[in-house]
């Protein structure tokens, strides 16, 4: 109850460090990196003592030290004014550890530094990737990795989902001055047939996308 007031009456910003709130952002923060993502265990130091899992967009206590996640920082922050808690403005911070209150920051570089090189696992690694990089190249990887989970191109008509590997490529002929070919990654041959008819039909070219149509509802009667 005590507690509570003293929060209020002390709500002076500091000015020092106050942008370590976003409340744009806050939404769309994530907690740390479970830890078996890691090929070997980390530092102690490196976990969050929210989450528990290795810290994601770290920050640090101004005061003992310890690194928490900045989603954690959040949940463990408390609004200036209870009686707005929506308003934006920088909430107070209340250390889990030593119950600083005043506004966390942004850890050095080197130990940014030394977190990014911990070596991870591609998050595919249970769909078979074998890929193991850096904590903070390994986004890259993923964006392009052949095991990465897509959907059928053939949107309208199929919902399959699978491994990228797995797909197959339906290429679009070039078309007047359209001269970049379009590659779409589908789940079947027919699915391969209907996408390339559809590309066709919007391209006004009637004969050909008959044929593809012809020709899928051939390969589906084979396959039943
Ligand atoms: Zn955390
Ligand atoms: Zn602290
Ligand atoms: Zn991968
Ligand atoms: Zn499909």
């Given at each position: 109850?005590?507690?509570?007031?003293?929060?209020?009456?002390?709500?002076?910003?500091?000015?020092?460090?106050?942008?370590?709130?976003?409340?744009?952002?806050?939404?769309?923060?994530?907690?740390?990196?479970?830890?078996?993502?890691?090929?070997?265990?980390?530092?102690?130091?490196?976990?969050?003592?929210?989450?528990?899992?290795?810290?994601?967009?770290?920050?640090?206590?101004?005061?003992?030290?310890?690194?928490?996640?900045?989603?954690?920082?959040?949940?463990?922050?408390?609004?200036?004014?209870?009686?707005?808690?929506?308003?934006?403005?920088?909430?107070?911070?209340?250390?889990?550890?030593?119950?600083?209150?005043?506004?966390?920051?942004?850890?050095?570089?080197?130990?940014?530094?030394?977190?990014?090189?911990?070596?991870?696992?591609?998050?595919?690694?249970?769909?078979?990737?074998?890929?193991?990089?850096?904590?903070?190249?390994?986004?890259?990887?993923?964006?392009?990795?052949?095991?990465?989970?897509?959907?059928?191109a053939n949107h309208g008509l199929c919902?399959?989902?699978?491994?990228?590997?797995?797909?197959?490529t339906a290429k679009c002929p070039k078309i007047g001055k359209n001269t970049n070919q379009k590659s779409k990654?589908v789940?079947?041959e027919i699915c391969r047939k209907v996408v390339v008819m559809s590309y066709l039909l919007k391209a006004d070219k009637i004969e050909e996308a008959i044929d593809q149509y012809r020709l899928a509802l051939e390969q589906?009667?084979?396959?039943?």
């Amino acid at each position: 109850m005590n507690q509570e007031i003293i929060e209020v009456i002390d709500s002076e910003q500091d000015e020092t460090s106050q942008n370590w709130y976003n409340l744009l952002e806050a939404g769309s923060l994530k907690e740390g990196y479970d830890l078996d993502r890691f090929v070997e265990p980390p530092r102690k130091d490196f976990n969050c003592l929210i989450c528990l899992g290795v810290v994601r967009n770290p920050l640090e206590c101004s005061q003992c030290g310890i690194l928490l996640c900045k989603k954690c920082v959040y949940s463990c922050s408390k609004p200036q004014n209870p009686f707005f808690s929506m308003s934006n403005t920088t909430p107070k911070f209340n250390c889990p550890i030593c119950r600083n209150r005043s506004a966390p920051r942004e850890p050095s570089m080197i130990l940014k530094k030394f977190i990014s090189v911990l070596i991870v696992y591609c998050k595919n690694r249970k769909r078979g990737c074998g890929v193991c990089k850096g904590l903070g190249e390994i986004k890259n990887h993923e964006k392009e990795c052949d095991y990465k989970v897509i959907r059928c191109a053939n949107h309208g008509l199929c919902s399959k989902e699978g491994s990228k590997i797995d797909f197959i490529t339906a290429k679009c002929p070039k078309i007047g001055k359209n001269t970049n070919q379009k590659s779409k990654l589908v789940c079947s041959e027919i699915c391969r047939k209907v996408v390339v008819m559809s590309y066709l039909l919007k391209a006004d070219k009637i004969e050909e996308a008959i044929d593809q149509y012809r020709l899928a509802l051939e390969q589906l009667s084979q396959t039943k």
